[in-house]
């Protein structure tokens, strides 16, 4: 695992970062309010978007490729068209914040969570809202939706829910609460960062029980796992790769300045991207 590019850009901090399915495209977005989309593995900018009023604090891809999904402070959700950019729908039907974004397995429902404490369901690429779920613990701070359609919602608690919403597990152990989640490619795993916990968490998404947690010497602001399931990356002052079955730390990657607040992995799982406060996105080889 090495440094391959730096991608430089972003005036201000990068806050959110997605690979899309089909592996040509890396989405990267910040406190600059602006969406760069950057071809992969070459790293080069193709385009900047002034998307948004506020912060852009999430991104996700639809799973076929021709859509993608921006969240922010300003309180919108909006819907673009991965082929050129124009955008397709902009929703305005939270009150606060928008912090996380996840697609259905299907891709035709957005799941959106925010400072209101509901989650939104819209319709997709229409952007119409389909459902609004309150899951009653306040601020959602991240969401995640398995392959089989579980949908994970992190605050203050850590919730599991039928896509609908009703509860399935609930959890409200912490401290300081969730900051992000990440579902294996497999659907069989979750992982849950809890930030200034200092910790990472694996539940068993079949039983809906924890399996284990490891405790770190750094913020876990992020994490995702690799393509096969076997190993889970975060972020925090590094990147640091994880073997989930023994909680040992196989490699850290050192090299931004500042805090890391996304790390995603391309769909050939070849490489690693992380976003940082200190305005760059780095690539690695894995």
Request: aromatic share 6%; hydrophobic share 40%; glycine share 10%.
């Amino acid at each position: 695992m090495n440094e391959i590019k730096t991608l430089q850009g972003h005036t201000e901090g990068v806050l959110a970062l997605a690979f899309s399915p089909c592996g040509k495209f890396l989405a990267t977005a910040g406190a600059d309010n602006t969406i760069r989309l950057w071809d992969t593995p070459d790293g080069i900018e193709i385009r900047t978007l002034q998307a948004h009023k506020g912060n852009v604090r999430a991104l996700a891809f639809s799973p076929d490729c021709g859509i993608f999904a921006s969240a922010s402070w300003d309180k919108t959700v909006k819907l673009w068209r991965t082929s050129d950019c124009a955008t397709l729908a902009e929703a305005e039907k939270h009150t606060a914040a928008v912090n996380c974004l996840a697609f259905s397995p299907n891709g035709k429902l957005l799941f959106s969570g925010s400072d209101d404490a509901a989650i939104k369901v819209f319709s997709s690429p229409g952007g119409s809202l389909e459902n609004t779920i309150n899951p009653g613990m306040g601020d959602i701070k991240a969401l995640a939706v398995s392959p089989k359609g579980l949908l994970a919602a992190g605050g203050v608690d850590l919730q599991l829910l039928e896509p609908t919403g009703k509860l399935l597990k609930d959890n409200d152990n912490y401290l300081h609460g969730v900051k992000q989640l990440a579902f294996s490619p497999d659907g069989k795993m979750l992982a849950v960062a809890t930030g200034m916990e200092k910790r990472y968490e694996i539940w068993n998404a079949e039983t809906l029980e924890e399996a284990g947690s490891v405790k770190d010497s750094d913020w876990l602001n992020c994490v995702v796992f690799t393509t096969d399931s076997r190993f889970l990356i975060t972020g925090g002052m590094a990147v640091k790769l994880w073997d989930p079955a023994t909680g040992a730390c196989v490699k850290t990657l050192e090299g931004h300045t500042d805090e890391i607040y996304g790390v995603a992995v391309s769909p050939d799982g070849k490489l690693l991207a992380s976003a940082s406060n200190d305005k760059t996105v780095k690539l690695w080889a894995l």
